[in-house]
């Protein structure tokens, strides 16, 4: 398979439009067969349901080249059951993880071409999404959706290594209490917007976002769980019904338990306990894990003793372990790495 003329090692984390998309159209209650398109372009009615009232919910993953050579994804099947989730919360049909396993591959295979090599550390993002499409102004939902996946060529997320951030704690709230935030939507990224500019002109990296019932308790940033790690080296990671189930954070959770041997606990993470960790870290598909070196609660500092100038220790194991998996230099739990071509 012959490679685009890409330069990989210097690509960003932007858009570039690859060569086949894949949609798939549901009308009169059922989804036709779907197919691969060359038009990256959609035509919309002006009063489509996702545009009045954002109706539509998101996946992401990647595709990427082995040590030995093939073309995987990882856990798609993970994504697959967690868009059936969040479309059947915002009253849109199930797109049946089966038939999205199979655009997945097909997808992929179109676009072997943008599949960057071993060893450059990008990878063939893939964004599947779903939309109600036909036109409604009383609100209620669409009658006709749209599922689609594109897909774009993204850089190494560390590019000139890595450099730990520096978080807030948020007094915007991500999602409410028994809101949609443990869904893959457009409108809890909509939400952040405000947040993420903000910190972002205030010399922040990311906001830490609060349960928004009691905010005493660390929930998530705007596209990224957390991990910490106590000073006794166990892994913590906070539970929340309002919080995206991130796959790279179940993932890290069994890598700590069944590769490093480590204990780890997902539990309610109260804000007055954040000076007693050792380490943090987010994650998500993008980066894996990004580690936090120092948290600002309200002009408060709590500087992470490992990792004000790179990963800690401890985050580098699981972060080294999960990617090897990934990668292929490490046997990974059956079915984690799927093979495409
Ligand atoms: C996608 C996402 C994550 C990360 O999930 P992964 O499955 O690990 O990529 C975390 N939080 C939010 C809000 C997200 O949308």
């Known amino acids: ?19 086949y998309r894949f949609v798939s159209n549901f009308k009169d209650g059922k989804w036709d067969d ?17 545009l009045q009232y954002a109706q539509t919910v998101f996946e992401g993953l990647k595709a990427y ?14 994504n697959g059951e967690r868009l059936e989730q969040s479309a059947a919360r915002l009253k849109m049909p199930v797109y049946p993880k089966e038939k999205f396993l199979e655009a997945v591959q097909k997808v992929v295979k179109a676009n072997e071409a943008f599949v960057p ?13 779903m939309f109600g499409s036909d036109p409604v102004i009383g609100v209620k ?25 520096t978080v807030r704690i948020c007094d915007y709230d991500r999602a409410a209490p028994h809101g949609t935030g443990n869904i893959k939507a457009g409108l809890n990224y909509a939400m952040s917007l405000f947040a993420i500019v903000d910190a972002h002109e205030k010399g922040f990296d990311e906001n830490f976002y609060l349960d928004a019932a009691t905010r005493t308790k660390i929930e998530e940033t705007g596209g990224a769980n957390i991990i910490f790690i106590t000073k006794d080296g166990k892994l913590v990671t906070p539970k929340s ?4 189930p991130s796959i790279t954070r179940r993932s890290i959770v069994q890598v700590a338990r069944e590769y490093l041997d480590m204990e780890a606990e997902e539990r309610e993470i109260h804000v ?25 609660d309200h002009g408060k500092e709590i500087c992470l003793p490992a990792g004000m100038t790179d990963m800690g220790p401890v985050t580098k194991k699981l972060y080294d372990t999960l990617t090897g998996i990934q990668m292929g230099r490490i046997k990974g739990p059956e079915g984690w790495v799927v093979e495409v071509c």
């Open 1 to 19: 398979m012959e490679k685009k003329n890409i330069d990989w090692g210097n690509l960003g984390f932007g858009y570039i439009q690859t060569d």
């Open 34 to 50: 779907g197919e691969l398109s060359t038009d990256a372009n959609i035509v919309l009615n002006e009063c489509s349901c996702v």
């Open 65 to 78: 080249t082995t040590e030995d050579g093939r073309t995987v994804v990882f856990r798609p099947d993970l």
């Open 117 to 129: 090599p071993y060893g450059s550390g990008a990878s063939l993002y893939l964004r599947p999404y």
């Open 141 to 165: 939902p669409a009658t006709e959706y749209q599922f689609r996946i594109l897909t774009t060529p993204v850089g190494p997320y560390f590019k000139g290594g890595v450099k730990p951030l």
């Open 241 to 244: 019904d309002s919080i995206l």
């Open 272 to 296: 007055d306990e954040l000076a007693d960790f050792a380490e943090c870290g987010l994650c998500g598909t993008a980066a894996v894990i990004s580690p936090v070196g120092k948290i600002v």
